[in-house]
C-alpha cells in the first residue's frame, strides 16, 4: 500500500477549509482540526451589525470538507514543532508530516480598560454574530446624539471594515431620518481615514460629503463607561452616546515548542513568500494566524492556502501579497483594496458593479472553500491584476 504523506491543519477557517480541499486525496491523508463544530462567513458580520440581516451564514465544518478529509472537533493545547506532535484539550496526540496552522485571530477586549463593558452592553462586529446583532439592536433605539466609531489598535481584521461600517450607520441615520440629531465621529490609529493614501483619495470625498468627522492618530488608551468619554495613548479625549469600537486582536493563545516563533501579539513568524514557518520547512501558517505584511482577510488566507497546496505538491509557488479586499462604501456601491508586495495599493472608484461583486461573493462562498470557482478566481485575480489596473487608475 502507497503512504501516504499526514497533512495536519489546524482549523477550518478559510485558509485550513481551502487547503484541506485542494490536496490530493491519492497522495495526502488529510486531518483538520477545529475546536468548534461550525463555520462562518465572518464579512456578512457588517450585515448583521448594520443592516440586520438575518442571513444564514455559517455551515457545520463536516459539510465545507469533502468526504475524504478527516474532521475531528477538539481545541489545540499544545504545538510541540521539535517532536511533531500535536496535543488537543482532549488529551489526544497528532503526528504529522506536514502541519499547516490556520487558527485565525481572536479580538481581545480586555487589554483596553472599559473596552469589555463596551463591548457587553454595545457589542462590536468583529468577534461573533451575537455581538453584532447588540450593535443593530443599539442602532434601532438610538433616537440621536454622538456615534462614534474606529479601530482601538492598529492590529486588527479587514481594514476596509472600520470605514465600511461608519458609511453604513451613515446611511442607517440618514434613512431614518436622524441625520440632523447626530453626531457621527470616526477615529483612527492613522495619519487619515484610511490608511493606503490612494484609496484614502477614493473616500474622503465622502466621508466629507456625509458630514463625517475623522479623528487621526487615535489610539485607544481607557474608556470611561461611566462618564462615556475613550480616551487615547496621548490624552486626546472623545465622548460618546453610541459607541462602536472595533477591539484589538491577537493571535490565538496555544502553547508551542518552541516559543520563539510567535510575535509579542501572538502571531506565527512566516516567510512572507511561502508561509513557512520560520525554521521549520514542513510547517506552515496560513491567514490571521502568520505575521505576513498583508492584511487579515478570507481573500489572502485563500490565496495562500493555494501556494502552500502548490508547495506541497512540489511546485515552485510564491505568495505575492496580493490583497483584494471588498469595500462597501454604502448606498449600493463598493470598490476593492488592491495590491500585492510589488505594486501600490490601487486608487479603484466606487461603483455600484463592485457591489454587485460583493454581495456575490456571499452567495458562493461555500462553493469557494471546496475549489468549485477556482477557475473563476483565477480569472479575476489575473483580470484585476494590480499592474494591470495601476495602468488605468493612478
Known amino acids: 500500500m502507497k503512504y501516504l504523506q499526514k497533512v495536519l491543519i489546524i482549523g477550518a477557517g478559510a485558509g485550513g477549509a481551502i487547503l484541506a480541499n485542494s490536496l490530493d486525496k491519492k497522495k495526502y491523508d488529510i486531518t483538520v482540526?477545529?475546536?468548534?463544530?461550525?463555520?462562518?462567513?465572518?464579512?456578512?458580520?457588517?450585515?448583521?451589525?448594520?443592516?440586520g440581516s438575518d442571513r444564514k451564514i455559517w455551515r457545520d465544518i463536516r459539510q465545507?470538507?469533502?468526504?475524504?478529509?478527516?474532521?475531528?472537533?477538539?481545541?489545540?493545547?499544545?504545538v510541540d514543532l521539535e517532536n511533531?506532535?500535536?496535543?488537543?484539550?482532549?488529551?489526544?496526540?497528532?503526528?504529522?508530516?506536514?502541519?499547516?496552522?490556520?487558527?485565525?485571530?481572536?479580538?481581545?477586549t480586555g487589554s483596553i480598560p472599559g473596552l469589555d463593558k463596551i463591548n457587553e452592553k454595545y457589542g462590536n462586529y468583529h468577534t461573533n454574530i451575537e455581538q453584532a446583532k447588540k450593535i443593530w439592536n443599539n442602532l434601532q433605539n438610538f433616537k440621536g446624539g454622538t456615534i462614534v466609531l474606529?479601530?482601538?489598535?492598529?492590529?486588527?481584521?479587514?481594514?476596509?471594515?472600520?470605514?465600511?461600517?461608519?458609511?453604513?450607520?451613515?446611511?442607517y441615520i440618514r434613512k431614518k431620518g436622524l441625520k440632523d440629531k447626530t453626531r457621527l465621529i470616526f477615529f483612527t490609529p492613522y495619519p487619515r481615514a484610511?490608511?493606503?493614501?490612494?484609496?484614502?483619495?477614493?473616500?474622503?470625498?465622502?466621508?466629507?460629503?456625509?458630514?463625517?468627522?475623522?479623528?487621526?492618530?487615535?489610539?485607544?488608551?481607557?474608556?470611561?463607561t461611566e462618564k462615556k468619554v475613550i480616551t487615547s495613548i496621548s490624552g486626546d479625549t472623545l465622548n460618546y452616546d453610541l459607541p462602536i469600537i472595533v477591539p484589538p486582536c491577537t493571535g490565538i493563545d496555544i502553547e508551542y515548542n518552541p516559543s520563539t516563533i510567535l510575535t509579542e501579539d501572538k502571531f506565527i513568524k512566516v516567510d512572507r513568500y511561502t508561509a513557512k514557518v520560520e525554521g521549520y520547512d514542513n510547517v506552515f501558517a496560513v491567514g490571521d494566524a502568520n505575521n505576513m505584511p498583508v492584511s487579515k482577510?478570507?481573500?489572502?488566507?485563500?490565496?495562500?492556502?493555494?501556494?502552500?497546496?502548490?508547495?506541497?505538491?512540489?511546485?515552485?509557488?510564491?505568495?505575492?501579497?496580493?490583497?483584494?479586499?471588498?469595500?462597501?462604501?454604502?448606498?449600493g456601491?463598493?470598490?476593492?483594496?488592491?495590491?500585492?508586495?510589488?505594486?501600490?495599493?490601487?486608487?479603484?472608484?466606487?461603483?455600484?458593479?463592485?457591489?454587485?461583486?460583493?454581495?456575490?461573493?456571499?452567495?458562493?462562498?461555500?462553493?469557494?472553500?471546496?475549489g468549485t470557482y477556482d477557475p473563476v478566481f483565477d480569472y479575476f485575480f489575473k483580470f484585476t491584476a494590480p499592474e494591470k489596473l495601476l495602468k488605468k487608475y493612478k
Open 33 to 51: 482540526l477545529d475546536k468548534k463544530d461550525k463555520h462562518y462567513y465572518q464579512p456578512w458580520f457588517l450585515y448583521v451589525a448594520f443592516k
Open 150 to 171: 474606529g479601530q482601538s489598535s492598529p492590529t486588527c481584521k479587514c481594514p476596509p471594515s472600520m470605514l465600511e461600517g461608519m458609511f453604513l450607520v451613515e446611511e
Open 297 to 331: 482577510t478570507g481573500v489572502t488566507a485563500h490565496l495562500e492556502a493555494k501556494v502552500v497546496a502548490e508547495i506541497l505538491d512540489g511546485k515552485s509557488s510564491k505568495f505575492t501579497g496580493r490583497i483584494n479586499c471588498p469595500f462597501d462604501t454604502a448606498y
Open 194 to 224: 484610511y490608511s493606503a493614501e490612494p484609496i484614502n483619495r477614493i473616500v474622503e470625498p465622502m466621508i466629507k460629503e456625509r458630514n463625517i468627522e475623522v479623528v487621526t492618530f487615535f489610539d485607544v488608551d481607557t474608556i470611561d
Open 333 to 370: 456601491k463598493a470598490t476593492f483594496v488592491i495590491s500585492d508586495y510589488n505594486n501600490p495599493t490601487v486608487p479603484y472608484p466606487a461603483t455600484s458593479f463592485k457591489h454587485f461583486e460583493k454581495m456575490m461573493m456571499a452567495r458562493i462562498y461555500w462553493g469557494t472553500l471546496k
Open 64 to 78: 465545507i470538507l469533502k468526504p475524504h478529509v478527516k474532521f475531528y472537533q477538539d481545541a489545540v493545547k499544545k
Open 84 to 108: 511533531k506532535v500535536v496535543e488537543t484539550e482532549s488529551k489526544k496526540k497528532y503526528t504529522y508530516d506536514y502541519l499547516v496552522i490556520s487558527t485565525g485571530t481572536v479580538t481581545n
